[in-house]
């Protein structure tokens, strides 16, 4: 069946440091790929999505690449906040007319020190 | 605009009792879905709706687990005899209508439900 697999946390990094967030893949025919985010208190959120393969989902500067090749949608963004401390989940959609459920990765909790 | 809402915030209950928790989705969302998130996990599939009727409740875990959405607005997940294994957070989200396309889940902060 379908499944979601990301990098296990905590990531612990310092404010302005490079981050990466491995996620990968198992579906059957053309999946879409999200990025959610989960603030503290707060609740999920979209950050981004691909529907396609190559394509690059981007927002408030976080990027990811739908990679077919490599069955995978790796999180990134060139220099972290104290405020984007959170619970990153990977998650995709097998899409094409199906009920569109979302089928999560367990989460990644970021914590970014000043 | 309102967002997705959920009722109640918490629920603690007692092994064996009936619960029942509501879904208030955004205005002219057709599409409804409802999640469990247990503690240190993702987010799980339960059921989904498209107007009032579920097309699709096959993550429910078992038959204790039942939802309606009579008006294809609110809905309403049941539990009945709960039992500890239950206690996780249930999320509603909703959206546009998905066929043939893919469009965002809006969710609702969740329902924290407590078995003792």
């Known amino acids: 069946g379908n499944s979601v697999t990301q990098m296990e946390g905590p990531v612990t990094l310092s404010e302005e440091a490079f981050l990466t967030i491995n996620c990968t893949y198992t579906?059957?025919?053309?999946?879409?790929l999200f990025w959610y985010v989960q603030y503290p208190g707060e609740g999920l959120q979209l950050l981004l999505k691909?529907?396609?393969?190559?394509d690059k989902g981007s927002n408030k500067g976080f990027e990811a690449t739908y990679r077919k090749e490599t069955t995978s949608f790796h999180l990134e963004k060139g220099s972290v906040q104290v405020s984007d401390s959170a619970v990153y989940f990977c998650?995709?959609?097998?899409?094409?007319?199906?009920?569109?459920?979302?089928?999560f990765g367990t989460g990644t909790l970021l914590a970014v020190q000043p | 605009g309102a967002g997705v809402s959920q009722t109640p915030s918490n629920k603690v209950t007692e092994k064996g009792k009936y619960v029942e928790l509501r879904c208030d989705p955004i205005s002219g969302h057709t599409a409804l879905y409802w999640y469990r998130q247990s503690l240190g996990q993702g987010p799980e599939f339960l059921i989904y709706f498209q107007g009032t009727g579920a097309a699709d409740d096959s993550g429910l875990p078992n038959d204790r687990f039942f939802a309606v959405r009579p008006e294809g607005s609110v809905s309403t997940l049941k539990i009945q005899r709960t039992e500890r294994g239950d206690s996780a957070v249930y999320l509603c989200?909703?959206?546009?209508?998905?066929?043939?396309?893919?469009?965002?889940?809006?969710f609702g902060p969740g329902t924290r439900l407590t078995v003792l």
């Open positions: 691909a529907t396609k393969a190559d």
């Open positions: 579906a059957t025919g053309y999946p879409s």
């Open positions: 998650a995709l959609t097998q899409g094409g007319g199906a009920t569109n459920k979302l089928i």
């Open positions: 989200a909703s959206s546009l209508p998905g066929s043939g396309s893919v469009n965002e889940q809006f």
